[in-house]
């Protein structure tokens, strides 16, 4: 976490004259302007420029600007060059830790260096991201690692005596779903504050301690809304000090803080939350409590509400629309809910008679406290405005969530309803390539609060229409036709042996992931080796390692690739060049209508006398549809080929609005052409 300078940010006294910052701006995107230094092969944009003012205009004057940016614009310098021109205090945040480690490591220290400013720079992720040096004490005095873990846990050893930041993505090879990341980091709940042992030395307080001193601190949407909901420390220092907030990738903002602003309880936190607690009573207070009798109650308690819940489908959610959740039985249920309540509050009662005992107990209390509140909420009826469900696997999740975040923004965020000095004048910026299918971008601000910002359009340089075609076969099964998967794999293969790998097929559910990377494999079995491209199957190898093997393509006598990936690959994946020039999408990602928040929001819409399926689900594809067909081209020297694999995208009337929304691509039409494009490609 390299600070640019110990430069303060300058007081109100200090700033800019009004409409100074216009001008600054405007001259730093000129041909000739400090921009040029900081960007490869600049020239000047006028849409990147047109964005930049928006920005410059919005931070002198107060206010909200939603900017829909299109791949190629340069939205990121769009807003980085007026915010730091400024002089104001700014919190950036991104939708992910990798375009967080990319602002801070690549974009802002050249446009610092470039613009000349003396700028304090920090970063700050959640605790996940952080090592935690008291939990790493405790894994290694563990005495049952397996062998592999042994190594992994070796390794983050040897790496802690030389980190300064402590960041674990700083630590080469480490796997993000490695099953020791949560024995080796902290959550709010098992953090002992102020009272740990390693509390000088803690990774999670220094990078706060940077961020609170820093000009300009990148975050993400998770951490954001994750102290929001919660009022803790960093974020809730930080906002109240920031007159300049800009969020990218804001096309995820809806999603990540519903899961925040929601409720949740389940099985697995009341077995975690007892194996800690008998943990903790045998250690530090041994014989002065019946640990072993408190604990059970927690866990019986746990298994009787799984058990009311029966055999179900691993990754079923079952609406609660009454009293229990569908297909349980009312009164077994609230029993099993009302026995997790007590054993919440029993545990809770057994650890206040020894909570001057060691720090651990004081948390242990606090879990046990709010635990017992939730579990006496999901007892009352759901509030208005809010949805509930369970998740079922080995374990249950009872969640309660708001249908969207429009209320938490305007009266926690933006505090439009209250005299907040702070509130006024600050300068909102939300930015992102996608943000809807209509010219107000409805999609994007109902649901985030934001009806009343300024909105700006700013379109893609790319010539799409040269660089690229699309091509919707129209005699194809259907959708939902058992031989879908298997005539997409047959399609997507085709391409892939014309081009020697360099295709993406992305698919809107696991079981086609599975289904279209399995058949892709058999189909490329017979080919000779050195002519047979790798298939890449989401879920087999970590996301890092996916993206870097694809990114390779061919060379040091490998083949090309073909990756087949769904959900988080849909966006953020970025594969410029060649290596990637056939983009298969196998169906129109609409929401599952089964899901009990589409559900509820569509209700609400109904309610409301609106068209669920033209206000809701049709923007959700248009928006996710477009994001798909963004992985295609990335630069202005890139060709490629989108194929759709739905024909109701030409054979419905609503497929117009869908093709609308995709880039001005020129249309391929049948097999023959389709081949043609191939080749050209080839």
Known sequence: MDLQSSAGPPQASERPLAGSLVRRTREAFSQQGALSLAADQFRERDGQTDMALAVARTIEEGGQLVVEAGTGVGKTFSYLVPALLSGERVLLSTATKTLQDQLYGRDLPRLVEALGLPVRTALLKGRASYLCLHRLDLARHDAGPDRVSARTLAKIEQWSKATRTGDLAELPGLDERSPLIPLVTSTRENCLGAQCPQFRPCHVNAARREALSADVVVINHHLFFADLAVRESGMAE?????????????????????QFLGVQVGTAQALDFARDL??????????????????AAVERAARELRLAVGKQWPGAKLRWLDAAPEGIEPEAWQRALDALHEGFAQAAEAIDTVSEMAPDFVRLHERATQLAQRAARFALPCPPESVRWVDVGQQLRLIESPLDIAEAVQTRVLKVDKADPDAIG?????????????????????????ADAEVLRVASPFDYAAQAALYVPRQFPKPNDPGHSGAVAQLAARGAAVL???????????????VIGDAMR??????????????????????????????EGAGAGRSGCVLVASASFWEGFDAPGDVLQLVVIDKLPFPPPN??????????????????????????????????????????????????????LVAMGYGKRLLAALPPMRRVEGEAAFDSALAELG
């Open 278 to 295: 008998l943990a903790a009573g045998l250690q530090h207070a041994r014989g002065l409590v019946d640990w072993s009798t408190v604990v």
């Open 595 to 648: 899901d009990p928040l589409v559900e509820a929001r569509s209700r609400r819409l109904e309610g409301q006398g609106r068209s669920s399926f033209n206000d809701y689900f049709l923007p959700e594809a248009g928006v996710a549809l477009k994001q798909g067909a963004g992985r295609l081209i990335r630069r202005e020297t890139d060709r490629g080929l989108l194929v759709i694999c739905d024909t109701r």
């Open 522 to 551: 058999q189909h490329f079995e017979h080919t000779e080796a050195e002519l047979r491209p790798e298939v890449l199957v989401q879920g087999e190898l970590p996301k890092r390692v996916l993206m870097d093997r694809f990114r």
């Open 238 to 258: 930080l906002l109240p000090t920031v007159r300049v907030v800009v969020f990218d990738e804001a096309h995820q903002l809806n999603e990540t803080g519903v």
């Open 426 to 450: 600050r300068a909102w910026i939300f930015t992102s390539a996608t943000l809807g299918d209509d010219p107000k971008l409805r999609w994007f601000t109902e649901p985030c609060g934001l």
């Open 500 to 514: 020697g790998g360099r295709t993406l097929v992305l698919t809107t559910t696991l079981r086609a992931l599975r």
